[in-house]
């Protein structure tokens, strides 16, 4: 079990560092060194600075390599190359909700990621995180075109405080299961 935040660097420490020493990433590296600087000015649990540090087109190295560590993506499961999507995103219905998405990009599958960074407590954060991920999924499908065309969509949720009970591990995954079986029959909603 990680403690993500007792500083605003350990979040680095354990996700990206150590990414780039086992994945060899030379454009990460090359990153990191310059790292040092970037954390002297920025406190990457402020939303500006973690969508400066991740979700910008020239830190995709940093991106890549803390999702495929997040997810646990090794060899051929490994995400390679991602989109940087557009951040806000439009209400449907002009007396709709905006919703403005921390980090958020497409792989080559086209399966939709969504990093989100939460420092403060707020008591609608799970159902914010369950909205942004249900738009993102909704929002796929044009018309004329088939629901076997949709694509997951993976949300990754970082706090500066536990979210879950006390229980659940500080990294913990999540899928929707059947009650009777415990089997995932709805992978693209997990």
Same mark, same amino acid.
């Given at each position: 079990?990680?403690?993500?935040?007792?500083?605003?660097?350990? #979040?680095?420490? #354990? /996700?990206?560092?150590?990414?780039?020493?086992?994945? !060899?990433?030379?454009?990460?590296?090359?990153?990191?060194?310059?790292?040092?600087?970037?954390?002297?000015?920025?406190? &990457?649990?402020? %939303?500006? /600075?973690?969508?400066? *540090?991740?979700?910008?087109?020239?830190?995709?190295?940093?991106?890549?390599?803390?999702?495929?560590?997040?997810?646990?993506?090794? %060899?051929?499961?490994?995400?390679?190359?991602?989109?940087?999507? &557009?951040?806000?995103?439009?209400?449907?219905?002009?007396?709709?909700?905006?919703?403005?998405?921390?980090?958020?990009?497409?792989?080559?599958?086209?399966?939709?990621? *969504?990093?989100? #960074?939460?420092?403060?407590?707020?008591?609608?954060?799970?159902?914010?995180?369950?909205?942004?991920?249900?738009?993102?999924?909704? %929002?796929?499908?044009?018309?004329?075109? %088939?629901?076997?065309?949709?694509?997951?969509?993976?949300?990754?949720?970082? /706090?500066?405080?536990?979210?879950?009970?006390?229980? *659940?591990?500080?990294? !913990?995954?999540?899928?929707?299961?059947?009650?009777?079986?415990?089997?995932?029959?709805?992978?693209?909603? !997990?």
């Amino acid at each position: 079990q990680y403690d993500l935040f007792p500083s605003s660097i350990n #979040m680095f420490k #354990m /996700a990206v560092y150590p990414l780039v020493k086992q994945r !060899s990433c030379k454009m990460g590296l090359n990153h990191l060194r310059n790292f040092a600087t970037v954390r002297r000015f920025f406190d &990457p649990k402020n %939303d500006v /600075a973690f969508k400066k *540090i991740f979700g910008v087109e020239q830190n995709k190295p940093l991106l890549l390599n803390f999702l495929n560590s997040i997810l646990r993506r090794e %060899d051929d499961n490994m995400i390679e190359e991602v989109e940087l999507l &557009p951040q806000e995103l439009t209400p449907r219905y002009e007396d709709s909700k905006k919703y403005i998405l921390d980090v958020s990009c497409r792989d080559k599958k086209g399966h939709k990621y *969504i990093v989100q #960074m939460q420092n403060k407590r707020l008591s609608s954060f799970i159902q914010r995180l369950e909205y942004y991920a249900s738009r993102t999924y909704s %929002d796929q499908l044009l018309k004329g075109v %088939d629901y076997l065309e949709l694509k997951p969509v993976i949300l990754l949720a970082i /706090a500066n405080h536990n979210i879950f009970p006390r229980k *659940i591990q500080c990294i !913990s995954y999540h899928c929707n299961r059947e009650e009777e079986t415990n089997k995932c029959f709805l992978p693209n909603i !997990s």
